[in-house]
């Protein structure tokens, strides 16, 4: 069945009942209530129309909240936003963990978005983050969020883009951003935080040859994990590897070099010098007006990002296309017919139609 694209709506559209359930969600949500605002997470993951309506009359409510609490803070943001990356097995739910509750010691709300893989095929994801950290999960002052990709990098953008805003409307001051690996979802995350670190395993070996270029140069911040006991000798020869690489990369910023640490989860080493750099990195952002110039171009991305999400939606719905595309499909895998040549049929169809 052809699905009809959806088109966004005015608050004046919802009915009375949804009305009242989006102001409660909305009240809840600014005063810190976890419940509603894992309700509205919820409420902007969904993929029903109706639902996809109401949430984004919540975002333009939160949206407008963000806007008067900036004001009051003089145009400061409302939280810090970091991404944190690195290949399967760097340590980075541990990480999280134990960076988590030091900044919740020290009077942070933090909230923890972990972008976790889908199954093609099922649409099931691991979600195993909340798991891991089992303590940070149990702090009143923090809050984890497993959110699935659905297998497109798509849903890391738009999911997770609205789920900070909601993280910061219910008064989360730091929100960590935690991708899957080492991929395409990497660049997207990049273009939803004030920094991107990456967190690499002292003994990664030949394996990260792969990730170095594309992934070091959007990195603001190296941090060597697991350096301690056996392996603090490998990480003291990979961070000096990594502050001679990084002299050779383009810089992002002509106010920021970006800095290579070691640091030990296990027993809290670095983590505080860490933390240093990190403010350090957004006082200068901040103090430059660098920030703001970065978040307005992450806007811009995001939106045309997301307009060419809805387009292709838009272009698998139509009419004239949806029946032929099985068909075509089908034509492609047996070979009797080239990719091409199936695109520009389709795309023949889309447009004698409109």
């Not at 009419?319 to 080239?338: F, N």
């Amino acid at each position: 069945m052809c699905r009809t694209a959806w088109k966004p709506s005015t608050e004046e559209g919802l009915t009375d009942t949804e009305q009242r359930l989006l102001s409660k969600m909305y009240q809840g949500l600014i005063q810190g209530q976890r419940a509603c605002l894992a309700e509205a997470i919820t409420l902007v993951e969904s993929t029903h129309n109706r639902k996809k309506e109401m949430a984004q009359v919540l975002l333009q409510k939160v949206l407008a909240y963000h806007r008067e609490q900036e004001q009051l803070k003089k145009g400061k943001p409302l939280a810090f936003r970091v991404g944190l990356s690195g290949p399967p097995g760097a340590g980075k739910s541990t990480f999280i963990e134990c960076f988590g509750k030091m900044l919740t010691k020290n009077g942070h709300k933090v909230s923890v978005l972990a972008v976790d893989p889908s199954s093609c095929t099922s649409g099931g994801s691991l979600l195993g983050d909340k798991t891991r950290m089992t303590e940070l999960s149990r702090d009143m002052k923090a809050y984890i969020r497993p959110s699935p990709t659905r297998g497109t990098l798509g849903g890391v953008t738009r999911t997770t883009n609205e789920a900070i805003l909601l993280c910061e409307g219910g008064g989360y001051d730091i929100v960590l951003v935690e991708t899957v690996g080492v991929g395409q979802s990497e660049f997207a995350v990049a273009d939803m935080v004030d920094m991107f670190v990456l967190l690499l395993p002292p003994a990664g070996g030949d394996e990260l040859q792969g990730i170095k270029r594309g992934i070091i140069e959007m990195a603001d911040l190296v941090a060597i994990t697991k350096a301690d006991g056996d392996l603090l000798v490998p990480a003291r020869r990979i961070q000096a590897e990594y502050v001679s690489a990084m002299k050779l990369l383009r810089k992002r910023s002509k106010l920021w070099r970006p800095q290579v640490m070691r640091i030990s989860a296990k027993n809290g080493e670095g983590i505080t010098e860490m933390w240093k750099k990190m403010t350090e990195f957004y006082e200068v952002m901040l103090g430059s007006s660098e920030l703001y110039r970065k978040r307005r171009r992450q806007q811009k991305v995001w939106m045309w990002n997301l307009i060419q999400d809805n387009v292709l939606e838009h272009f698998k719905s139509h009419p004239a296309v949806c029946g032929q595309i099985p068909i075509l499909e089908k034509d492609v895998l047996r070979g009797v017919l080239s990719p091409g040549r199936a695109a520009d049929l389709l795309l023949k169809a889309y447009s004698d139609r409109t």
